[in-house]
Nanobody, 121 residues
Framework: QVQLVESGGGLVQAGGSLKLSCAASGRLFSINTMGWYRQAPGKQRELVADITRDGKTNYADSVKGRFTISRDNAKNSVYLQMTSLEAEDTAVYYC???????????????WGQGTQVTVSS
């Protein structure tokens, strides 16, 4: 089994910054893509940013230029540096990962438990 543990959410004023972290743990696994999604009340979960194992990144238009995703393959971790936060960024942020696990290299997809980010205006 692969588990994701997130940290770093909280309450921040508009214009402020936060950094989210997510670490994957388990046995016999390799990760392909890691990323962050978010879900605001009454809205669907949406992609914020993701990053492949070789560092290729993808961002939602709404966060380009403000958020930066990075990862540390040695630590099986992904990070999201959020700057110039806006009230519209308020949501539960979920870490995501996919890859292969076990001796048979079965594919997996995992979600973290979610961390609340609240931006006050």
């Amino acid at each position: 089994q692969v588990q994701l543990v997130e940290s770093g959410g909280g309450l921040v004023q508009a214009g402020g910054s936060l950094k989210l972290s997510c670490a994957a743990s388990g046995r016999l696994f390799s990760i392909n893509t890691m990323g962050w999604y978010r879900q605001a009340p009454g809205k669907q979960r949406e992609l914020v940013a993701d990053i492949t194992r070789d560092g290729k990144t993808n961002y939602a238009d709404s966060v380009k230029g403000r958020f930066t995703i990075s990862r540390d393959n040695a630590k099986n971790s992904v990070y999201l540096q959020m700057t110039s936060l806006e009230a519209e960024d308020t949501a539960v942020y979920y870490c995501y990962s996919d890859g292969n696990v076990g001796y048979l290299a079965r594919t997996f997809q995992r979600w973290g438990q979610g961390t609340q980010v609240t931006v006050s205006s």
